[in-house]
């Protein structure tokens, strides 16, 4: 079952990749790439219980399906109030379901955290000019888009904190 949950977990990292650049070049992410990530987790959770010892702590403890569906609903719930103060638009709003789902309930704070420092480092690298033998490349052609448009792709700034959020536990453990 753990060889299912690192498949799961590899193609989730890419719908979520998918998303965030699909929200930079269109300003929308697709419902298919939101209902497939939540299929990836649904399918992850049912190997997580299928592997469990302790099914009921695998379904009830804040570090299990529980807390990460708690998360989840929770994440939502907060893109559909930024959404409805028109301050996200509702890919963004959609797309805090599955990331809330994957990073679960103890990864909240850690994503907060760095959804705040990459979303303020975001902010200041949109102030530099583009330097001018790269500005006609297509993807500094985009960010002059952005600029110009004032409309900020946040589900890029949310997938990096995502994938940021789920690498933490690794990266601590090769310290």
């Given at each position: 079952?753990?060889?299912?949950?690192?498949?799961?977990?590899?193609?989730?990292?890419?719908?979520?990749?998918?998303?965030?650049?699909?929200?930079?070049?269109?300003?929308?992410?697709?419902?298919?790439?939101?209902?497939?990530?939540?299929t990836l987790y649904a399918l992850r959770a049912v190997a997580v219980m299928l592997g469990s010892e302790d099914v009921g702590a695998a379904l009830f403890a804040?570090?299990?399906?529980?807390?990460?569906?708690?998360?989840?609903?929770?994440?939502?719930?907060?893109?559909?109030?930024?959404?409805?103060?028109?301050?996200?638009?509702?890919?963004?709003?959609?797309?805090?379901?599955?990331?809330?789902?994957?990073?679960?309930?103890?990864?909240?704070?850690?994503?907060?955290?760095?959804?705040?420092?990459?979303?303020?480092?975001?902010?200041?690298?949109?102030?530099?000019?583009?330097?001018?033998?790269?500005?006609?490349?297509?993807?500094?052609?985009?960010?002059?888009?952005?600029?110009?448009?004032?409309?900020?792709?946040?589900?890029?700034?949310?997938?990096?904190?995502?994938?940021?959020?789920?690498?933490?536990?690794?990266?601590?453990?090769?310290?």
């Open positions: 079952m753990l060889e299912l949950v690192v498949v799961i977990n590899s193609l989730s990292v890419l719908l979520f990749l998918c998303a965030a650049w699909t929200d930079f070049r269109t300003w929308k992410i697709p419902n298919t790439l939101v209902l497939a990530l939540v804040s570090s299990g399906i529980g807390g990460d569906l708690g998360a989840g609903l929770l994440m939502f719930m907060l893109g559909v109030a930024l959404w409805a103060f028109r301050l996200f638009g509702a890919g963004d709003a959609k797309l805090f379901l599955p990331i809330g789902l994957f990073i679960g309930w103890h990864g909240m704070m850690s994503f907060a955290v760095l959804l705040l420092v990459l979303g303020i480092v975001t902010l200041l690298v949109l102030r530099l000019p583009v330097p001018l033998p790269v500005a006609h490349l297509a993807f500094f052609m985009r960010i002059e888009e952005i600029r110009a448009s004032r409309k900020i792709p946040y589900g890029v700034i949310m997938v990096f904190a995502t994938l940021l959020t789920l690498a933490l536990p690794t990266i601590r453990q090769h310290l």
